[in-house]
């Protein structure tokens, strides 16, 4: 294996993307708002067209303009229809992602046919060609999304810093938060801003598997290890960050000689390439189902342990 500034700098931008995703992934899971980031990531594909048509340009910056104001506005339509109709969150979501990605699809084809504006960076992400993308600020060379998501990271700990007390009140007793004067609706708008600024900041990059991803199974593998909020933040963190490095380590190794004798020689002989996006969030997958069946309260060996301490009191 040849570690190159260029994997330096995909695992750079990944795990940046980590620590952004993480701070609002945690008051997501604990609302149960999980699949929000997946919502915003497919709802954004009118404001990229609107923005190429106001514009006339593709510009990446005025394209992710145009995609931020439709997150956040998709973010406060789910609200709305949860709050003012008492549509169930899960479905608000499906209602509004679905249909403001079909309006998408729709302005795509009657005003931009034959643009090359397309959605699959969305999905699929461009970390490879993101991190040869530079840019030097300050002295510092680094590549532009690594920036943006450097700003956007700091931006979620400044909010947490200021706001900690009352978005945690909110998630665990809105009501005695309202109460206190504490306002959880405003702490609610709040969370929808800042997941909604960091899935448009991150996906261009590392695609919306990745952003889900990193907003979810660090946070959900966290806390079956550990039950304080603030470690729960904290090993999120260190969990999404080492997943980036060891995922950008399995797409690096897994063609060639390593992939012939994992997958057989006629299989592996057809991988040449792999995506480093995909590796991150199956390494997390991998580390999840470790501690699932390891580490966790309920997990499968513990049970076996116990039954084995019913059937034979000398086991220890």
Not at 46 to 54: C, D, E, N, S, W
Not at 80 to 90: F, N, P
Not at 191 to 198: H, I, Q, R
Request: glycine share 8%.
């Amino acid at each position: 294996m040849e570690w190159t500034s260029l994997d330096t700098r995909i695992v750079l931008i990944a795990s940046l993307t980590a620590v952004a995703c993480v701070m609002p992934g945690t008051f997501l899971v604990l609302r149960r708002m999980s699949m929000l980031t997946h919502a915003i990531a497919h709802a954004v594909l009118p404001g990229l067209v609107i923005a190429f048509l106001l514009a006339g340009t593709l510009d990446v910056g005025v394209l992710m303009l145009g995609a931020l104001v439709i997150g956040v506005l998709t973010s406060m339509l789910i609200q709305r229809l949860t709050s003012w109709a008492g549509v169930e969150q899960g479905a608000a979501t499906g209602i509004v992602f679905t249909a403001m990605f079909a309006l998408g699809l729709v302005m795509l084809r009657v005003f931009a046919e034959g643009v090359h504006l397309h959605a699959d960076c969305v999905i699929e992400g461009r970390l490879t060609l993101a991190a040869t993308d530079q840019v030097t600020y300050f002295g510092i060379h680094m590549p532009r999304s690594a920036w943006l998501l450097l700003l956007v990271a700091l931006g979620n700990a400044l909010v947490l810093t200021l706001f900690w007390r009352p978005l945690v009140a909110s998630v665990f007793d809105p009501d005695h938060a309202r109460l206190q004067g504490l306002r959880p609706e405003w702490m609610h708008q709040l969370l929808m801003v800042m997941t909604a600024v960091t899935t448009i900041a991150a996906f261009e990059a590392v695609g919306s598997i990745l952003v889900v991803a990193l907003m979810v199974i660090p946070v959900v593998t966290a806390m079956l290890l550990v039950h304080r909020l603030g470690m729960v933040l904290g090993l999120a963190i260190g969990i999404g960050v080492v997943s980036s490095v060891v995922g950008h380590v399995f797409a690096v190794v897994l063609p060639g000689p390593f992939a012939r004798a994992l997958l057989g020689p006629e299989v592996g002989a057809r991988v040449s390439d792999t995506s480093s996006a995909g590796m991150i969030a199956l390494t997390q997958g991998g580390l999840l189902a470790v501690v699932v069946l390891a580490a966790s309260r309920d997990s499968v060996l513990r049970r076996r342990l116990r039954q084995r301490r019913t059937q034979d009191p000398a086991v220890t």
